[in-house]
């Protein structure tokens, strides 16, 4: 069987889903090929994970009407809180002094995933192909052919890449990736402290790599700590009292008393940019173009700009597959996946290494942005995903 379509996504995470949204009410026509049934909400990555979302993400989903269907899900972030532990240089962000509601909003992965996956479900312009896996991909000048391992093969003006940092899409292409193994792994879980959070969010650097600790509903936490490869086993192992121990000796008490821990996962963390995020008729989004660290909270964050990007163009568009459209993509996004790559691989870096005289740049550094106002100002733009040209739905406007 052959389906003609306008733009079809492969993968339906966090990125994909995300995009299909936004192209709603476009007129083109839409598939979606994911290899998880969406019902059962089972894609890798909605798991219990924090997900901080921008200032700037929450705009965009504002302006997809999205945001009623999050909102109750989502905690505000009112301060941000960097610091380096034992050494002097503390920065912070408030909400307040940027004049802006809240800073972020943070909800789990899971809440996030369910959302979407409940508005695709409602889209009568989307066809669904899923569970379904892209086995071999043809690009012809007028339109490019995929296989789907249920037989089915299907024709489309544009492919978009968003499935994930191990795209099949990148694959079955041939294409290459700039690739950096950090030799550290996340330890995730959500945290309960004895005192209420006050939507405080906490970036703490430790000789063992950086922690995160971000508010959540229920005065829960959503904790994102780093260690390096190997040592995650005996965190994952260890009796919750331990565990607390542990956490509480290397955090502080800055966040208070850590006194109940839900269920641990572990993230194997490395940084990966797609050697060409543009090719004939196809563009990779998402992780699939450029995976992070989660040492700033920015990869789905950076996900949606590109979402937010390539629906604009989508809109307005008279040939969804030309090479101009690809080309406009590609010089609108570059700068911004660029810096944001670069600045995750620096901060895990400065931030991860323990030679003293680094130390103390370190320490000077943070109290220097918090002195200064316009690179602090130039901080909070980055945080809240401001800091670039803005789409119509970064700008509140719908499409
Ligand atoms: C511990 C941790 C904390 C994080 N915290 C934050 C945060 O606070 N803020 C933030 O912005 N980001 C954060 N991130 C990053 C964020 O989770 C990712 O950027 C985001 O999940 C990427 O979404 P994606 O849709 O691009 O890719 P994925 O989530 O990997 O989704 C890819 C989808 O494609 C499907 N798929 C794969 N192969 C195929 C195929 N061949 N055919 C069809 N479908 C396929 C998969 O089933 C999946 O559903 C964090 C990440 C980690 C690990």
Wanted: glycine content about 8%.
């Amino acid at each position: 069987m052959t389906a003609e379509f306008d733009v079809l996504i492969v993968g339906g995470g966090m990125v994909g889903a995300s995009l299909a949204i936004a192209l709603e009410n476009s007129g083109l026509r839409l598939g979606l090929i994911e290899a998880q049934p969406l019902r059962t909400n089972s894609q890798p990555s909605f798991d219990d994970r924090g997900i901080a979302l921008s200032y700037g993400s929450q705009r965009i989903f504002q302006s997809m009407d999205l945001w009623p269907a999050i909102a109750p899900f989502a905690t505000a972030i009112k301060h941000i809180h960097v610091s380096d532990r034992g050494r002097f240089g503390v920065t912070r962000l408030s909400a307040e002094a940027q004049r802006v509601p809240a800073l972020g909003q943070v909800l789990t992965a899971r809440e996030l995933g369910q959302t979407l996956n409940q508005r695709l479900q409602q889209n009568d312009s989307l066809q669904l192909l899923c569970p379904a896996t892209v086995t071999a991909l043809r690009q012809q000048p007028d339109h490019v052919e995929l296989v789907l391992d249920d037989g089915r093969t299907v024709k489309t003006q544009l492919v978009v890449a968003a499935d994930g940092r191990d795209s099949t899409i990148r694959q079955l292409l041939g294409l290459g990736a700039w690739q950096q193994q950090y030799d550290q792994v996340a330890v995730t879980a959500n945290i309960a402290t004895d005192k209420p959070h006050q939507g405080m969010a906490y970036e703490r650097f430790t000789n063992s790599g950086p922690m995160a600790l971000l508010p959540m509903s229920d005065n829960r936490s959503s904790l994102v700590w780093t260690v390096s490869t190997g040592q995650e086993q005996a965190l994952l192992d260890a009796s919750e009292a331990e565990f607390l121990a542990q956490l509480q000796q290397r955090f502080g008490y800055r966040a208070g008393r850590f006194i109940r821990v839900g269920q641990r996962h572990s993230h194997p963390l490395s940084l990966m940019q797609a050697d060409m995020p543009v090719q004939d008729r196809i563009i990779f989004i998402g992780n699939a173009a450029h995976s992070l660290h989660p040492i700033a909270g920015q990869g789905f964050n950076l996900g949606l700009r590109d979402v937010a990007v390539l629906a604009d163009l989508l809109y307005d568009a008279e040939n969804c597959g030309s090479m101009s459209l690809l080309h406009r993509y590609q010089q609108w996004r570059q700068q911004d996946q660029d810096q944001v790559v670069k600045a995750t691989d620096k901060l895990v870096r400065l931030f991860s290494n323990d030679l003293s005289l680094l130390g103390h740049f370190r320490g000077a550094g943070l109290a220097l942005l918090d002195a200064i106002p316009p690179l602090k100002q130039r901080l909070a733009d980055r945080s809240m995903g401001l800091a670039q040209k803005q789409p119509r739905l970064g700008r509140g406007i719908r499409l």
